[in-house]
Nanobody, 121 residues
């Protein structure tokens, strides 16, 4: 069992940066790939990116590639989403998830509650 809690969201101007954190409980954190998803009001959930259990492999959605970076610290049981050059269209609730490496919701077993990111123009 893994419990996930996101933090770091907030309001930022376009072009700014935020770093989200996802703290995991449980001793098996390093067995899971960790993904980030987001959902904007009135839109379907969207895959943002994923990092493998070791941190060696990352994969990003085209919409965030080159702007967002995922990393993890398996000692601290935490995964991070560094978001740079933010755009208003990045506004969404961001959720982290633990599971197998993949780009769809179905590959993840555990989910956090989410943190709101709002980017003003």
């Amino acid at each position: 069992q893994v419990q996930l809690v996101e933090s770091g969201g907030g309001l930022v101007q376009a072009g700014g940066s935020l770093r989200l954190s996802c703290a995991a409980s449980g001793r098996t954190f390093d067995r899971y790939a960790m993904g980030w998803f987001r959902q904007a009001p009135g839109k379907e959930g969207e895959f943002v990116g994923v990092v493998s259990w070791s941190g060696a492999t990352t994969y990003y959605a085209d919409s965030v590639k080159g702007r967002f970076t995922i990393s993890r610290d398996n000692v601290k049981n935490t995964v991070y989403l560094q978001m740079n050059s933010l755009k208003p269209e990045d506004t969404a609730v961001y959720r982290c998830a633990a599971g197998r490496i993949g780009t769809t919701h179905t590959t993840y077993d555990y989910w956090g509650q989410g943190t709101q990111v709002t980017v003003s123009s």
